[in-house]
């Protein structure tokens, strides 16, 4: 028993206890895990185990503490409470940079009650080994909190350097680049003044061979497309405009040239292409067909006497739309049905000049100015409209299909379809980068609304105490984390699609093109979510243009149309994965399909174990195991049953077109499942290639984050099918609770590793 | 037996087939059935009766009929294959604007075997009471389909009336006054002349008469709250900014003097004020004190010798900032902590003037311009600056709380706590209007988008067919059906709230205070969700300014924060409903909410019969009293265990701010719930007072659409509770789309039905 009167202490006072003070010791560890509702069965046996190898105590001690891990037999609600106010009595500090705060804390009260007496340094495995953190618990005690705004054990290069990979060259000389005033950002709203400033920015890229970085050497280039991507990426923290012109003039213009042309195209046009002295557009929306390529209406008629293409828009809604460069370009890569000796050989590309040196539209050619938009007003997207306008045969983009010199059409892609399809897979590198660019724009966002919610306070439980910071409220954890979460995930996953899509050993790629299609989708959804929630985070603050977000947020909202519909996308995603990835890609597809699917079905899945579905443990909820299984068990049972649903509608005899029409939400449903198995699973290999364990630690925490928050999203679709019960879906959901409150320390952290460069983010709120 | 040759008859040729005529009749029916999966329990029965008693079958053919529907042994593949080929090879066109397209459609291809053969109208009464629409089998068959743009038997007029109710003349009226040039809608990119033209318009508006809609006569008002909120929401219409400021002058400002101040201020100031000859603005927000009102740091300091107050900015933060009106303002209400004789006496009201005549700012003020932000860019938002400024004491709002003659204060409402919440439930008819307005700007966003997707076709199964409106897809009947059923029900439960909150026989407006905060929060949540769904739904076209829902999408997303940031009114709601509605609303309500907490926990809710759970027959799901059991099942079960689980906290001696902390996401979950049980509530009542029954059904649809919608959105914690079973929740699931499906030939009548006039349909799409 200790002294029931005493001396007071430097700071703390003396305060009396029936407890030994081995007991003692463990209270705050008590008091913290039965008023949080903490324990699991597999956390009790940690706490049991470190009181079993705790030499300090009496076997009497012990056993009273084993009494106090009994869940079926808790301790009463006044014993906990007198644990709390044995704790606030004691006025000791709770010191947050401590490295074991709470074991600190709890030798600290003990020695209030027993000056000089030992530490027992023990206690800190529980810490270790429960995970848990100050902010679980600083609360729960009245006690004086000494904070430090970064108390995380990590470094934010350390992160960086991982997820620059092996571009970690390119990237740090770029972002030393742009710290330019021409790259200063401020806010816009003449587009012609915004429009030309953003001129200027992609002349100097290009000027500096930051254009070249994805093309072949012999034009300047790097023949880098990973580096090409995260340069994309590092735009959107300039503006949304820049990085889409950027994107217009050296991916898709410059882009289409070198894959669709052939080598008179190449040495005509790249080098000046490259360097932007050649501005040019990608033609292909038009007004009346949007996401429907294979539709579009314009013509490229060849006229063998003259041995010319006439470029033709036949009707009023068969204009290009949306044309981005359209104002400042000299040429344009149009799509049109290639039409020879009256025969439709379907789409192909032809460069048409569209003004003369003096900058003059020529003739036949109309251009109108698509005006202002929700966003990206610094891009110049036009209409464009072609009048029977006459550009010599050899501006036909000819590798996959050539007009020869006796005026005959010739491929050696015989089938129409495969030759279409050959053509738009050019498309899949840009669809990598609009991912990464909205990747980007959400990077930005959550840096701003994390810096503001760690400086940001909001009401509290009394006038005089500090109010708190928006950042520790589950609330704004729950909206901020998760997406931090998301965000590395997806980085690492389009960084995996790049290395694939780049690598030689496989030529088909069918596969990537569909992955690709369903994570652009998904990406830019989630980016455009994630970027609302940072505005609505921030309030008021998070309206005002000077921050950022608002342009963030209206910038990235069009990448979920262009380069392809989310929609559309995950439909062709879908189809791939019915028919084994050995369909078309951007075919309609049901042929194809509708053959596949006569073999294939048969439903492999094992019945769920009911112990299975409903193990809530710690341990099992953060094993990627279980996770991958989740994923994997979704989108089996989704193509399964939706296979089995196209085919019954079949067998009835409903028209392909219509079964699949019918089935549309169920496509949709299975491309995103699919996609987030891809996502996770690309990610978790990453991770376990990170050699530092401390950083692999943290990193598989962002991936259990991730995994079980896409759970709980589609947790109604899981409990349907019996695949997880009631109870585990609520400890899933706490759990993500949990994983956010866990992660808060290192949240800073884990945005400064997105390792945007400080001249970047110039919003105030930041600061 | 048919003769299997035939001459050919008009139009439609005869082809050779089996079944007597009889059975033939009804093979489109049973094709349609059966290939459209579209049989339920109490369908079966529907199709049953028809049969039955339909004297023009022999028994035998009856029997063919009857084994047809038997679920547990359904037609082989073959044969409804068989069927569809039959009515494919009729050649019989399908006529959508038939009255029973699909019974006509039987009895033509009847027709089309036996020339002149009696017509079997009988049929008509499976058409009715499946409810099946053409758009849910015109694709089955391959026959020619003859549409027409509206084959709605719903005439939008009376839509229009059923949701003006009481106030349409004043609506009428200013749907005229509306076509005016002033209100013409164009894009404006300048936010100096855009604010000057806002202010024209206001100032017209004042002169009219409209400002003052809400004031009483004296004051050249109508005394109509609810005509005014009608007027809010159709400014909306014309642009946001104008809603806005409108809103600010009017319901703001002038309503701060006529409700926060005496007799003496309704004399000096709200004949100019409801004109807009005196403009003012509402000095609450402080950027350091979002929404925090109580913990606002500018003080009002009582100066005895010179009678006067000084209004004061003490901080760096403590500037009010957001202030609409700041820039074009003569004079502003600012809400500061009162400060008589050395005491606080908490937050009042006090009238300072900011500008002289000549608009010069007075000395002592400083106003800044927010600048620009994400929307609403013709209000002048600013921060506002007081040093030491002095006013009269007379300008003290002094109806809660007065400084007396002799320098002392006195308020009749002795308990501070209570005076403040008095004075900030002034607020609520401005939260009403605030939902309102977000209301009126989904309202146009969906008009827009369903409009255009009735316009815009896209892909199809062969280039040669004409392509499929967009309207069509099963997606896109999902995007934006449920939220034009949701439009519906929020008006409704707006237009309740707005009559209640004028109803003089309930004098403590404490429960509608609650309740209008939670309604607050969910409807500007539908309504930004909605407006980004259409802007998705429109593509490409959605983004550019010309088609106003990028402006929607900016002027309303505000609205989640202003008047009440929707995170916190939602904790407020919740707390209200635990303390069932006797806390002070807009209190921290820790005591007041736990002395509660005390006595009425008890979990009433009987256990839920698996035979419920697993009821999927459509009688059922479509049943008001389902939906109502429902949504009063989950707030009741939220309420009960977020009251044990903050009482659970407290008897372990959790500060209560921290146990309230710790169930935040449980306290917004309640909030929400409890919102939609009472919208629905109070949609059900109004639906059951339409008193035609045409309408009447409608409108029921609706409120079945909006209810399966709502229990789908949650349905995993309903699957958790095990409220419903697995089956129970794919049923759900599929009658949403079902709903959809059967709204479409009513969806442009449906928007049609809001009435938002023609000349402010300007968006080239909508045409």
Redesign the interface.
Known sequence: MIEKTALPQSKSIMITTDYSLGVLQYIPFFYVI???DLLSASEISVVKKTIELDASLSTQEKQQLYLWLDKGNPPE?EE??T???LVSASRVKLIETDTHPLTSFSQRMGNAHCAGCEFNDHLKHIEINLGIQPNHYN??F?VEVVHERTSSLYDPHNLDEILKGSHADIVDSFRKFLDNPLFSWH?Q???EVYRNRVLKQVSLLGEKGYGAMAYPKEFGGKNDMPGYASIFEHLMFVDGSLAVKFGVQFGLFGGSIQKLGTAKHHDLYLKDTVKANLLGCFAM?ET?????VR?IKTTATYDAPSDSIFVHTPGKNDNK??IGNALHSKMATVFAQLIVNGKNEGVHAVLVPLRNEKHEVLEGITVED??????LNGVDNGKIWFDQVRVPRANLLDKYGEIRNDGSYFSKIKNPNKRFFTMLGTLVGGRICVARGALGGAKMALTIAVKYALGR?????S?KMQ??LIMD???HQ?RLTPAVAGTYVYHFALEAMMNQYRDPSVPDKRKIETQVAGLKSIITWFANSTIQEC??AC??KG????NR??DL??DV??F???EG?N?VLLQLAAKGILSDFKAEFNS?G?ASVLKLLQSQLSDKLTVINPLYSNKVDAEHLYNPKFHMHAFNYRTRRLTYTLAMRIR??I????????AF??V??HL?ALGKAYSVELAYFEYHKVCQNVEDTKYRGLLEKLGALYALDQI?LD??WF????YIG??K??AIRQRV?RLCSELRPHIEVLVDGFGIPEHCITAPIAQ
């Open positions: 039965w008023s949080d609600d906990i409470k644990w709390k106010q609360h729960l009245d806010i709203r003449d587009k929306t009346g067909h949007g996401s429907n539709g739309e949306y698509n005006g202002y938009k929700l966003g306070r909001q009401f509290n439980d006038i109010e708190d409220y589950p609330t729950l505005r609505e309030g008021g309206y005002l243009l000077e977000l608002a947020r209206t909202d069009i979920t149309t262009f519909d929609t309609a049901f019954s509608y067998k009835k005899g409903v028209p392909s077109y219509q029409l019918k549309q939400t949709l709980h947790a109604i409990l349907e099918q019996g009631g109870n879906s609520k609770e």
